[in-house]
């Protein structure tokens, strides 16, 4: 399989696209827990140099000036970075509205306050099952259950809308409905049920953790049925069920569409048009060596999948390309080993078959054990 698929001396043109509108910092990749469904890279622990706060502020700032309008602080856990308070207040300053994506692990009352005063706007907190026993297992910490419970109600306390996060996978999607109470409980006001993507250390346990046929369609109709019934409660809470591209036809318009609207920054810098370009065989630039500004429209890497003259059939003829963009570029090259394919997720791809085969392999459970994400499983991973 070929890494790259441009052909030798393609360069991209600079096609039409929009501002960065969101902007998600990935402020760190160190994290108390070790879900075995993280999107972080195998190999994050070769990237240990994080930009100081100096160097993030100055990238806030470049993003506001590119029509950034949205911040997301996520990791790792964000909470691990001392200065985050710092970062929260002069990014409020600067006019973003800010997004907090944690674990919850490592908050405390305190905290949640001094964010509050520091001006962050939301908060989002992660909850790896409803069961105590299989969230432990599943974040490898034997307490966490029990402190995602504390400080979901104490984001709630302080005012803040209750966002809540549930990865479903097979080893907790048949408690959809536990885990459904469990939020009407917390009184979540959003809760999004989102089915594993097999990204990162995801994909790495995607025969562990990829539910079948039988088991996603049982929790969506449960879902509805919730919907249904909390509405006509006048219950205000909102549930997002997020369906997995596995199970799809066609694929998901990826970050609706490369470098169109969403740019991550890693923790060491390099800036990305999605949370897991990493990983492709593409120059991406670094926020140390270039300003946002340069990195959005000129380099070579956002440049690289905008537009269309990029793509291969079957996408380049195909009606639906303005719609799906091919799909996902990462998926394409995990997959197929070529970015440029079609997402295998489309059933007119030729590759389509692994997704079929992976959906087969869904039907009979698995005893190999799970893969954790944590530093010493990421050495594996690592060139260094
Ligand atoms: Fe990278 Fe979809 S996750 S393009």
Not at 187 to 201: F, I, M, P, R, S
Request: aromatic fraction near 10%; hydrophobic fraction near 35%.
């Amino acid at each position: 399989m070929s890494g790259s698929c441009q052909q030798p001396g393609y360069r991209p043109q600079t096609p039409s696209h929009g501002q960065p509108l969101w902007l998600l910092a990935e402020l760190t990749y160190k994290c108390p827990l070790q879900c075995p469904y993280c999107a972080n890279p195998k190999d994050f622990a070769d990237f240990s140099t994080e930009l100081t706060t100096d160097e993030w502020l100055r990238v806030f700032e470049e993003g506001r000036k590119l029509g950034a309008v949205q911040l997301g602080f996520s990791g790792g856990e964000p909470l691990v970075r001392q200065d985050l308070i710092t970062l929260i207040s002069e990014a409020r300053k600067m006019g973003y509205y800010t997004n907090l994506i944690t674990s919850g692990v490592g908050l405390n009352e305190h905290k949640v306050a001094s964010f509050r005063e520091a001006g962050l706007d939301h908060i989002q907190v992660s909850f790896q099952a409803s069961d105590e026993s299989v969230n432990n297992m599943l974040a490898g910490s034997e307490k966490a259950f029990q402190q995602k419970l504390k400080m979901a109600r104490e984001v709630k306390a302080q005012g803040y809308p209750m966002v809540l996060n549930f990865v479903t996978h097979r080893h907790n999607i048949d408690r959809i409905d536990r885990i459904i109470e469990l939020c009407v409980e917390l009184e979540a006001d959003y809760v999004e049920l989102a089915t594993c993507q097999y990204y990162g250390w995801a994909f790495e346990n995607r025969e562990q953790l990829m539910p079948s046929r039988a088991q996603l369609e049982r929790a969506e109709r449960i879902t509805n049925e919730y919907r249904e019934k909390l509405a006509a409660q006048g219950h205000p809470i909102k549930l997002i069920f997020v369906t997995p591209d596995y199970y799809e036809e066609r694929p998901k318009p990826c970050m609706n569409g490369w470098g169109q609207v969403f740019l991550t920054v890693t923790p060491d810098g390099q800036a990305l048009p999605c949370h897991s370009a990493r990983m492709l065989p593409i120059e991406f630039p670094n926020v140390r060596q270039h300003a946002l500004d340069h990195i959005w429209n000129e380099s070579f890497g956002f440049n690289h999948f905008r537009g269309y003259d990029w793509m291969q059939e079957p996408c380049r003829s195909c009606d639906e390309k303005e719609k799906d963009f091919g799909g996902c570029r990462c998926q394409a090259y995990m997959l197929t080993g070529d970015a440029c394919n079609a997402d295998p997720v489309c059933s007119k791809s030729e590759h389509h078959g692994l997704i079929v085969a992976a959906r087969e392999e869904a039907e009979a459970p698995t005893d190999k054990p799970l893969l954790f994400r944590n530093e010493r499983n990421s050495r594996v991973f690592c060139k260094s």
